[in-house]
Nanobody, 124 residues
Framework: QVRLVESGGGLVQPGGSLRLSCLAS????????MGWYRQAPGKECELVAA????????NYVDAVRGRFTISRDNVKNTVSLQMNSLKPEDTAVYYC?????????????????WGQGTQVTVSS
């Protein structure tokens, strides 16, 4: 049974930091690229950071480049997202997703090989 479980969300003030983690099980984690997506109310689900199956060069959407860092551990089957210098516009539900190819946008975050999401709220 495929499971992806996110943790680490919460309420943080602008300029603060959070670290999200995703624990995967039920599939060969090291064979899949991993992505962190987010969906804010009334907006599409967007890919914010992605990392290849064996690690290495990551990709980021322009809005988070230089502030967010994605990493993975193929022994512990985890992928993490370090988020620094958070802004109110980063407020969203964040999801991890495993895929052979990661799409950049979709109407809805969810389905096979998706976690249940963790809420990140950036507010003073």
């Amino acid at each position: 049974q495929v499971r992806l479980v996110e943790s680490g969300g919460g309420l943080v003030q602008p300029g603060g930091s959070l670290r999200l983690s995703c624990l995967a099980s039920g599939f060969t984690f090291s064979s899949y690229a991993m992505g962190w997506y987010r969906q804010a109310p009334g907006k599409e689900c967007e890919l914010v950071a992605a990392i290849p199956s064996k690690g290495g060069s990551a990709n980021y959407v322009d809005a988070v480049r230089g502030r967010f860092t994605i990493s993975r551990d193929n022994v512990k089957n985890t992928v993490s997202l370090q988020m620094n210098s958070l802004k109110p516009e980063d407020t969203a539900v964040y999801y991890c997703h495993a895929g052979e190819a990661l799409i950049s946008r979709t109407a809805f975050c969810g389905g096979d090989y998706w976690g249940q999401g963790t809420q990140v709220t950036v507010s003073s």
